[in-house]
DNA sequence: TTAGTGATATCC
DNA sequence: GATATCACTAAA
């Protein structure tokens, strides 16, 4: 996996969460799965989410145990349940002592956040592993060209109308 | 449109 | 301790 499908570096996520998000959409992630096969999908879809400023981050309220690994360097892993069903895909970007990240919202074939996460076996247990170091899951840079387009975000009906209006969620496009 | 699912936050 | 909520999905 190391060869074929290279982990972006650490210092990728060490941006803030929107140039991340950008830049990760036409990614790809890698997943080295329980019964040992290697399953690679594109991502189609990021969201950024952007501190305790921004209404719709789970930081906005301050730190709590679940966000705690928000505020961590850049460059690990943010997994949490959803409607007690679904597990959430993130990747922490900043710096220390910035809560921000990015949710991994869609892949080709895997529409949805919650669908991805199902298909690649992911779970909580992969939260504060470090991006480049974890060989069972991993970031892949692009390959090819790709038009990266801009959206409102999803399910954020809680956040200030100025928060769920800014243009944080990335669609990739294969560039013909 | 609606039920399902359970951890978490926020209130007593 | 109790309750309301949640970055969702599948079935109908």
């Given at each position: 996996?190391?060869?074929?499908?290279?982990a972006?570096?650490?210092?990728?996520?060490?941006?803030?969460?929107?140039?991340?998000?950008?830049?990760?959409?036409?990614?790809?992630?890698?997943?080295?799965?329980?019964?040992?096969?290697?399953?690679?999908?594109?991502?189609?879809?990021?969201?950024?989410?952007?501190?305790?400023?921004?209404?719709?981050?789970?930081?906005?309220?301050?730190?709590?145990?679940?966000?705690?690994?928000?505020?961590?360097?850049?460059?690990?892993?943010?997994?949490?349940?959803?409607?007690?069903?679904?597990?959430?895909?993130?990747?922490?970007?900043?710096?220390?002592?910035?809560?921000?990240?990015?949710?991994?919202?869609?892949?080709?074939?895997?529409?949805?956040?919650?669908?991805?996460?199902?298909?690649?076996?992911?779970?909580?247990?992969?939260?504060?592993l470090e991006v480049d170091r974890c060989p069972?899951?991993?970031?892949?840079?692009?390959?090819?060209?790709?038009?990266?387009?801009?959206?409102?975000?999803?399910?954020?009906?809680?956040?200030?109308?100025?928060?769920?209006?800014?243009?944080?969620?990335?669609?990739?496009?294969?560039?013909?």
């Amino acid at each position: 996996m190391t060869k074929e499908f290279p982990a972006l570096p650490r210092g990728f996520f060490e941006r803030d969460a929107v140039t991340a998000a950008r830049e990760l959409a036409g990614c790809r992630v890698a997943r080295r799965m329980p019964d040992g096969s290697l399953r690679v999908l594109t991502i189609t879809e990021t969201e950024a989410y952007c501190g305790e400023e921004d209404s719709a981050c789970h930081a906005h309220r301050g730190k709590t145990r679940r966000n705690a690994p928000l505020y961590e360097r850049g460059g690990i892993f943010y997994v949490y349940l959803c409607y007690g069903i679904h597990w959430m895909l993130n990747a922490v970007t900043g710096p220390e002592g910035r809560p921000q990240g990015v949710l991994i919202r869609a892949c080709e074939g895997e529409p949805g956040p919650g669908r991805l996460t199902r298909a690649l076996a992911i779970d909580g247990s992969f939260t504060g592993l470090e991006v480049d170091r974890c060989p069972e899951l991993r970031f892949v840079p692009r390959e090819g060209e790709w038009e990266i387009s801009t959206a409102p975000r999803v399910g954020i009906g809680y956040a200030t109308p100025e928060d769920q209006a800014r243009p944080w969620r990335f669609i990739a496009r294969r560039a013909d």
